[in-house]
């Protein structure tokens, strides 16, 4: 695959016909289901990565189009054999981070991810101060291909405005008594359901929220070919570029180091790993747990803000080390805010993978023969987040997502 210099690729991606001409590979209709001309996932290019370089030989992903299928709210269930709930105590959230320290941003936001209008949400507590922008991420920053970039920090509370139509949410009570339960999905692959503590919830909100309105913060990725991803994204620990599928400290965008992934959170997938353990041993009768689903220490944190109009297509995470993806190492993924309707399966057609509803507090984790599992976001499921969990957070709608991994 051939790199043009940044600036020519910006201005052929905004020429459609050149763009389908030039890149013709990323506008392939492959089990594709329906005839959108958005990009939801997919790039080919060589791996370029700081920590090391590698090629992979099937770097394309098609174009993918998700079929929407109508899904009750809360219609998934899963089997209640365990009850497992695990409580952060985030106490230390914001000392591990390098934008801990400073204030939020008070720059315009923006609030439109695709046509439809948000509804208001209500406010968050006061404790979350909010101040310049210009201190913690300058609206335009000029990088090394001297492009002029406009970059504003993606806020996913929405603090100004109440909702007022929150407070008289019907389900309200039952959210908050939603019982544990685990899932063996497949060999490697456990879902453990409303894993997280209402608290635990609210402090990981809160702190994504932090973190991502500073320098580093959530931004809008594109691939090579101009495309836009239908999320916002903010990497910890590494940076994950979706031009060139590699990682690295800083990120091309603004020339800005990763930011640390908190400790809580990773003594949270350390958990997480272990009770999977636990579902693999009882549910899947095994003893080799370690062999079935390895341990991992997470370095890198990709964490994805899914608007109700939010998707990401089929796709493999194979990004990380040769060695981390060949041992089979973990991807433990957390959802919190608004449902999602996940696919997974052994390709890339949507129409054989299996689905999953992840609800807010859900850890699913695919390791060992399931590490190289298709897997996307068909849709999200609007206004399906717990109610106090909005209330106290503001959290916008829409879906939280934080996938560890071992580089
Ligand atoms: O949002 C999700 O549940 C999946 C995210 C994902 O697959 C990724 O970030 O690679
Ligand atoms: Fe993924």
Known sequence: MFLLPRPIQAAISTVPAIRRHIFPVFFSTANMNCGSDEV??????????????????SKVEAEQTLNSVSIPKRGYSSSNRRRLKVDL???SRMEDSAAGSEDCGSSSLPTQFGKKKKKKRLPAPARVKRSKSSERFPKSLVNANDCLLDLEPFDICQLEETRSDSLQC???VERLTETPSTELLRPGMVLLKHYITHDSQVEIVKTCRELGLGRGGFYRPGFQDGAKL????????????????GYNKRRPIDNVEALHIPDVFKVLVGKAIEDAHEVIRTDGNQSNVEDLLPGMTPDICIVNFYAANGRLGLHQDRDESRESIDRGLPVVSISIGDSAEFLYGDTRNVNEAKRVMLESGDVLIFGGKSRHVFHGVASIIPDSAP?????????????????FRQY
Not at 40 to 57: C, D
Not at 392 to 400: H, S
């Open 387 to 403: 109610t106090t969990l909005v209330k106290e957070t503001g959290l916008r709608q829409g879906r939280l997502n934080l996938t």
């Open 89 to 91: 105590r985030l106490n």
């Open 40 to 57: 939801v996932h997919g790039v080919s290019a060589a791996n370029n990565s700081a920590l090391g370089t590698k090629t992979s030989n």
């Open 170 to 172: 019907p389900d309200n």
């Open 230 to 245: 239908r999320l916002y994204m903010m990497c910890l620990g590494l940076n994950w570029d979706p031009e060139t599928r």
